[in-house]
């Protein structure tokens, strides 16, 4: 009889032990699931990290700064259904923002909005002229004073000059496929001297707050709004990148600008 007493206390035991196993497994799992499901929801719906790879926006932002995009302003994507959210406010003058790169949408940029749809937008010797007001912008760095640069990729703002007699509504284009210059002889726009546009509806032009060392709208159009995905918020952690530096995230942090609110 004491041996199968203690048999059975034995059975017993070694039951409880699987079902604590079990129950444990389940538990951690479904804790993964949980986290992994608002990992997915914030991310979506609310905030996402963004790095600064090029100095385009240096004086503002620098090369390797991480910053958390806030998603829900502009309203944020539905997952694989291309609708948004409603917003919580629209695109202003002076908003930097992250978007989808017109030219290759996999790409992610971060500029400053310097023009809304109905704008009228020129630039003369680096002065930004908006509706016919010269723009005094505190936050503009020139890294390359006194130099200026003709391309041809600017040839895509030939559809979009205000003196041009029939604007042509269409979508911004890659530099591959710019219209011919045969209807505007006169227009050799360059860096710091172009316009005037007026920039369609539903679209924003956005600028680099370094001017000289930006590939922006002023190169390959206009944004448009679908493709804005949210506005930055605050450093979360900087660090000077330097490639002949073992472990440069570690021993060049920024630990200054952790925490700076980004204007």
């Not at 949408?105 to 023009?115: D, E, H, L, S, Y």
């Not at 640069?149 to 530099?175: C, G, I, M, N, T």
């Not at 707050?209 to 979360?236: E, K």
């Amino acid at each position: 009889m004491i041996e199968e007493r203690r048999a059975g206390a034995l059975a017993d035991a070694n039951g409880r032990r699987r079902r604590s196993r079990a129950a444990f497994a389940w538990e951690w799992f479904r804790s993964v699931i949980v986290a992994l499901a608002l990992f997915i929801v914030i991310r979506s719906f609310f905030v996402e990290a963004f790095k600064i790879p090029t100095g385009s926006m240096e004086g503002t932002l620098l090369v390797g700064d991480f910053l958390l995009v806030n998603k829900l302003v502009y309203g944020a994507e539905v997952p694989f259904s291309g609708v948004k959210l409603p917003a919580l406010r629209t695109p202003r003058h002076g908003d930097i923002i992250v978007f989808q790169w017109p030219v290759d949408p996999t790409k992610n940029f971060v500029k400053r909005i310097v023009g809304l749809p109905g704008d009228t937008l020129l630039m003369k010797d680096g002065a930004l002229i908006r509706n016919g007001v010269v723009q005094h912008e505190a936050y503009v760095s020139h890294t390359s004073p006194g130099s200026d640069v003709a391309d041809d990729e600017f040839k895509w703002q030939l559809a979009y000059l205000l003196s041009a007699h029939h604007p042509v509504p269409e979508k911004p284009r890659s530099p591959m496929q710019v219209r011919s210059l045969e209807a505007k002889l006169g227009y050799h726009p360059s860096r710091n001297n172009w316009g005037p546009l007026v920039v369609p509806d539903k679209n924003y032009f956005v600028l680099g707050d370094n001017r000289d060392n930006s590939l922006d709208s002023r190169y390959w159009g206009f944004v448009a709004d679908s493709l804005v995905r949210g506005q930055p918020m605050v450093v979360y952690y900087s660090y000077d990148p330097d490639g002949a530096v073992k472990l440069d995230w570690l021993t060049r942090v920024r630990w200054k600008r952790f925490g700076e609110m980004i204007q």
